[in-house]
């Protein structure tokens, strides 16, 4: 029996996982292997660096994945705030394994520049590299669309790229990180393809190895930005102004509460932990407060991206404290 509540609960926490980053993976690693064959066949120097591309995103999204279940794991004893951050350490392997592939693909460059060389099998190229531009095209909506769902935006249709453009600060670190890696694997298939067209048609070799050093310079741009977002949530970030706003929303709503004398919001993973301290109508009996500190508490967890909330009172000191343009950092 105690394995069957292992199996369930193990099973319950991968369909929780972040799906941007596994349908990523997959699709990654059949754009990676079908890349490395052609890029073997053709000797393309683009295709040879649209493939490391794909293969760091097939193994960073991979991790990332594995990460996202984890960060799903209940608090325990010993962990009591949860395994929120779990999540950044994953994305940080993640950027590791991009710098690499990075350095790689750039010093790759380089040596296509000094030695140009002519590539053949124009058409397995062109194909393979279409194929690649709709594969990761298809997981960047997929991403941009998970972008609009976790920061709770409306926008549909072509309003999605905007708002993901806009909100993505806002997102999971998984998704994050899969907005932009497909982000810059979307436009280094299409510099790879413009580099196998002009390289097929002239005699301007030097273009295969200016569009490598480009694709691997695009790479460091996503390790370094990965890289900082999570650094920042493994310290321990404020959420959003917006989320402060909406949560001091859900506080005022409670006709009794009259002001809120203090707050602190702390983001970990895709989730939100709630400290505050609110002010009370006068003459009150504290039983009277106790269930409205409840009332508050139960309404600001009835939202699945807020984790746990710990909420105090006191009597209104006749003191404006909460100024709703300061919330937020």
């Not at 009277?288 to 967890?301: G, H, N, P, S």
Request: with cysteine; proline share 3%.
């Amino acid at each position: 029996m105690e394995s069957d509540r292992n199996k369930d609960s193990f099973w319950s926490l991968l369909k929780k996982g972040n799906t941007s980053s596994a349908t990523a993976a997959v699709g990654n690693t059949a754009v990676a292997i079908v890349k490395g064959v052609a890029a073997v066949m053709t000797g393309s120097g683009a295709m040879f660096a649209s493939t490391m591309h794909s293969i760091a995103d097939a193994v960073n999204q991979g991790f990332v994945f594995a990460g996202s279940v984890l960060a799903e794991k209940k608090p325990t004893q010993r962990f009591p705030t949860g395994f929120g951050r779990v999540i950044n350490l994953f994305c940080m392997i993640a950027v590791i394994v991009v710098t690499v592939m990075a350095y790689e693909t750039i010093r790759e460059g380089f040596h296509l520049l000094a030695h140009p060389s002519e590539s053949h099998g124009f058409w397995i190229n062109f194909i393979i590299l279409l194929i690649s531009i709709g594969v990761d095209g298809f997981v960047l909506h997929k991403a941009m669309k998970e972008i609009v769902h976790e920061s709770r935006s409306e926008a549909k249709g072509l309003a999605i790229v905007g708002a993901a453009f806009k909100n993505v600060g806002r997102a999971a670190p998984p998704t994050r990180l899969v907005f932009y890696e497909d982000l810059v694997a979307t436009t280094g298939a299409f510099l790879a393809l413009i580099a196998v067209v002009v390289t097929s048609l002239t005699s301007f070799t030097l273009l295969d190895g200016v569009s490598t050093i480009l694709i691997g310079l695009l790479m460091v741009a996503v390790a370094f930005r990965v890289g900082y977002d999570n650094m920042v949530g493994l310290i321990g970030v404020a959420a959003p102004r917006e989320v402060e706003e909406k949560v001091a929303q859900l506080i005022f709503s409670h006709g009794e509460v009259t002001d809120i004398y203090s707050m602190r919001i702390l983001q970990e993973g895709r989730y939100y932990h709630v400290e505050g301290l609110i002010e009370l109508k006068p003459g009150m009996t504290l039983a009277e407060a106790d269930d409205i500190k409840f009332k508050v508490r139960d309404t600001l967890l009835l939202d699945p991206a807020i984790a746990d909330v710990t909420i105090g009172i006191i009597e209104d000191n006749g003191v404006r404290n909460w100024q709703p343009q300061e919330a937020g950092v």
